[in-house]
T-cell receptor, first 112, second 113 residues
Framework: QKEVEQNSGPLSVPEGAIASLNCTYS??????FFWYRQYSGKSPELIMS????GDKEDGRFTAQLNKASQYVSLLIRDSQPSDSATYLC????????????FGTGTRLQVTL | DTGVSQDPRHKITKRGQNVTFRCDPI?????LYWYRQTLGQGPEFLTY????????KSRLLSDRFSAERPKGSFSTLEIQRTEQGDSAMYLC???????????FGPGTRLLVL
């Protein structure tokens, strides 16, 4: 079983719609959770971090964390074509030097 | 505040050659990480430094790989006797305690022929 799982997609949403990206993780001691955006051929760019159960909002982005279900999600409101990219979920566990364990990423396509 | 920088951005080499990559972290960041990413996969952890001390290495890091951070600032990653399977994007990231947020550099794309 992979440590961090994401649906590889592609997830296709029309412009202006809400994109919902999901991630599950297997290590119950995971403490910190991150969403990175990666454009083709580029390096990961931090979008959101979340540490506590519940929702965290930053502009058009909302991260949701449920530690009991070992589930973290990212909602993108008013999706734009420029949001088309691969979204990587990353998890770190305290006491493990904070190294990140990544999922394989979900490719998002925002269509006109 | 300049971001993480990596050099070179691209490297093409022949199998069996040695290559060295450099990473300059964000100024005053005390933690520096190396990851490797292949097509269609997420980045995989290779090794981690806190200041000049290399505190963890992945089992992915074979004996052909070595990393240093001699003065706690920039870091180098060397691959000896490269193999075609080493072809990947090598990513460097940095963070500053107590934050766990890691910021990535642009990466070095390695192609081994």
């Amino acid at each position: 079983q992979k440590e961090v799982e994401q649906n590889s997609g592609p997830l296709s949403v029309p412009e202006g719609a809400i994109a919902s990206l999901n991630c599950t993780y297997s290590d119950r001691v995971s403490q910190s959770f991150f969403w990175y955006r990666q454009y083709s051929g580029k390096s990961p760019e931090l979008i959101m971090s979340i540490y506590s159960n519940g929702d965290k909002e930053d502009g058009r982005f909302t991260a949701q964390l449920n530690k009991a279900s070992q589930y973290v999600s990212l909602l993108i409101r008013d999706s734009q074509p420029s949001d088309s990219a691969t979204y990587l979920c990353a998890v770190s566990s305290s006491g493990t030097a904070s190294k990140l364990t990544f999922g394989t990423g979900t490719r998002l396509q925002v269509t006109l | 505040d300049t971001g993480v920088s990596q050099d070179p951005r691209h490297k093409i080499t022949k199998r069996g050659q040695n290559v060295t990559f450099r990473c300059d972290p964000i100024s005053e960041h005390n933690r520096l990480y190396w990851y490797r990413q292949t097509l269609g996969q997420g980045p995989e952890f290779l090794t981690y430094f806190q200041n000049e001390a290399q505190l963890e290495k992945s089992r992915l890091l074979s004996d052909r790989f070595s990393a240093e951070r001699p003065k706690g600032s920039f870091s180098t990653l060397e691959i000896q006797r490269t193999e075609q399977g080493d072809s990947a994007m090598y990513l460097c990231a940095s963070s500053n305690t107590p934050s766990e947020t890691q910021y990535f550099g642009p990466g070095t794309r390695l192609l081994v022929l």
